[in-house]
């Protein structure tokens, strides 16, 4: 970002704001120019949004669905998307609370044991979803809609019949404690840990080849395929990557209220698709940056903590997001316009 | 009916001075920083097939795009049977009777024949289709062209060529007057290609004006009046396709003398074995008890129809197309049924026709292209991860051998030509140290100057030891720069030829003998 704003202000001597408006936008995306709108809209609507505590609210609201979009990046990055995000969300949350609080039960010493065994069969359970869908897409060639459509309905149905639609009490205070209110030097462990999936993901992304794949994969699969890629293994890592973010999210979501719930998430995969679509992650795979999905999924939370304390209604808020998506596409579209006209 | 009185009228005037068809006058057309074409004049007789020759980004696709009235020119005149006229859209110039078929063809897939001729301008009855009507005038019309197409047939079942057909009826919608066709024999078989020609002659005695790019001599030499060269933009000459050598038109193109475009060969003594498929037959049965050997530091060339299995033959050597029966080996070790993933570790590359669809991520940079298959390994990776500074320092060094214009690594890949689109995916031939390479089709829509430097490249790595493979259905290819060739008839190797074998008539014989017998 910093070496772009540098270099962006003096590439063009020719034309005035309008040109250089144009430049800007065709290098960075539209996602700028909305996070400055939004920041004087609503420091117009409300003196509390921008200040410091407000921010870091915004930050700590946001960990939720940045880590579910960057697993949703991945599933966009190889020319799919995943639709079962939310579920993965939710069935790791009633996995996960059930069965660390029976443990608790059986053996309320053994707190930490809880703790970890509830968190692993809680991710493997939202894992399993991803294992699903990556079989669907990789080795029977169904598309993502289909797959991931069908098991959000199935891991929907399942967390619901394994908890009755009642939410799943009876975790270990320690849990929430530390995963859900903790903090570790001044950062609140929600956030220490998205910070750490982020930087293991990028590093995974771009200082590997497997990281490169997906890329590869999204971009052109024949060429791939001829390339020497073992296609099929990498969309299957996709679907299992996106249902991993999505049940650490789940976790660290059950942390923080405390219960396990089988209605979280439901919003996940249009926020989660929006947040990656904002930051230009392209729908035709191949073309998307992880620093930017990071940008996008806070842009979100920005837009929902600002339209909460301009107290704007909460149905009303699904109406602004979807429209936000829908510009987004669109801004997207007349920005290749430009690169077309700018290069040809 | 119409058509043919406006055509003798205009050969009756023709007799003394030729009025142009349709002439442009100082066409310039600027993009935000190129200038695509640069006053050129152009005149287009009626009853001429008139090429249109030049190097890629000549401006040949410009000046087409606005001859069809899909491009506006920045400045300059057109002028139909004398009169200025402004082309704003493509229909606008098919209502004057100027249509043109661009490679990418503008079919709907879903759709039949007789609906996609018609789409657009539907006739109706009573504000509904009137469907009767639609099947009566398709029928037509496929009719006077003599094509053989069911107009009921939907046009994802076609061939290629077929479809082409359609693109070209379609163009007789309305009353033809010019007709412009890109390229229309790339993915055309030899007898597809002759019944093209023949309508093409046919055009041409009902005074249609034809103006046609090719890259191929051979075509030129068949179906040309007059050849328009245009090199950067420029225009430079027009010249009687009589008089016209081949010397001529290449040196009209690029500007500078090319003796020959196919290098010296040179070649070293063959080595050892390198690859030896026996008796291959592939699960599509697109390839047929096929067999053959490549030695080290030869060039094998494989020749025959589009479909004949030949490009499928080492598709399946190399583990892109399942195998049924046969063995495969490379090295003396075993390969039959390998992925490609390890065929490549194992030193053998295949590089493939269709570099849009199925060689290059057009949306990413020039550096990952070219890095892809070799990320394993160094320079391009260590331990684990990737090198960053490695890989960057391998890829500037290939792009500069290779003469990438321009040389911007970071750029992507669909913002640049045709020809250094084949250079980036080319460049990976030289990433690793193979053994054995198959060029599927290398200049395939590449202009003289570029295939020039290709054959250069690909007979040094012979030199260097490597085993090449050329697949192509260009001839000239096969005559000059192979050592030994293989043709294929329907999925089998029907005739192997060694070197002194390798004239345009044998070759050819073994394209069709089957059917002669």
Known sequence: MAEQSVTAPNAPAIGGIGNLTKRLFVKLGILPFLLFIAMVVFSLLSENFLTLQNLMNVLRQSVYLMIVALGQMMALLTGGFDLSVGTALALSSVVGAMVMAAIFAIAPDMVWLAIALGCLSGILAGVTIGIVNGAGVAFFNVSPFMVSLGMASVGFGVALYLTGGVPVYGMPRAFSDTFGYGALLGIPAPVFVAALLAIALYVFLYRTPQGRYFYAVGGNPKAASLSGINTKATLFYTYVLSAFFAAVAGMLLTARIDTGEANIGASMPLESIAACVIAGVSLRGGVGRLESVVLGALFIGLIQNGMNLAQIESYLQTVVLGILLILAVIADQIRLRYVASLKN | MLNSINKQQGREEAGVTPLPLLQTQAITKDYPGVRALDGVDFELLAGEVHVLFGENGAGKSTLISILAGANQPSSGQISYKGMPVTLASVHDARSLGISAVFQEFSLISQMTVEENLFLGAEPRRAGL????????????????????????????????????????????????QVLILDEPTASLTTHETDQLFELIGGLKKRGVGVIYITHRMAEIRRIADRITVLRDGRYIETVEAADATEDDLVQLMTGRVVGAIFPELNLNAPGDVVLDARNVTTNDGLVVDASLTVRAGEIVGMAGLVGSGKSEMMQACFGALAIRSGTVTLNSQGITGHTPKRNIRDGFLYLPADRRHEGLMMMRSVRENVALASLDIEPFSKGIFINRGGEKRAVEALTTRLNLSPPLIERTVEHFS????????????????????????????VDVGTRASIYEFIVELARGGVAIVIISSDLPEILHLTTRAYVFYQGRTQAELQADQLTEEKVLAHFFEKEAC
Do not use: C, H, W
């Open chain 2, 129 to 176: 289709l009137d469907r009767a009507r639609i099947s009566r005038e398709a029928k037509e019309t496929l009719d006077e062209l003599g094509f053989a197409l069911r107009p009921d047939q939907r046009v994802d079942q076609l061939t290629r060529a077929e479809q082409q057909m359609v693109e070209i009826a379609k163009a007789f919608r309305s009353e033809l």
């Open chain 2, 418 to 445: 045709g020809g250094n689109q084949q250079k980036v995916m080319l460049a990976r031939a030289l990433t690793r140290n193979y053994d054995l390479i198959v060029f599927d089709e290398p200049t395939v829509g």
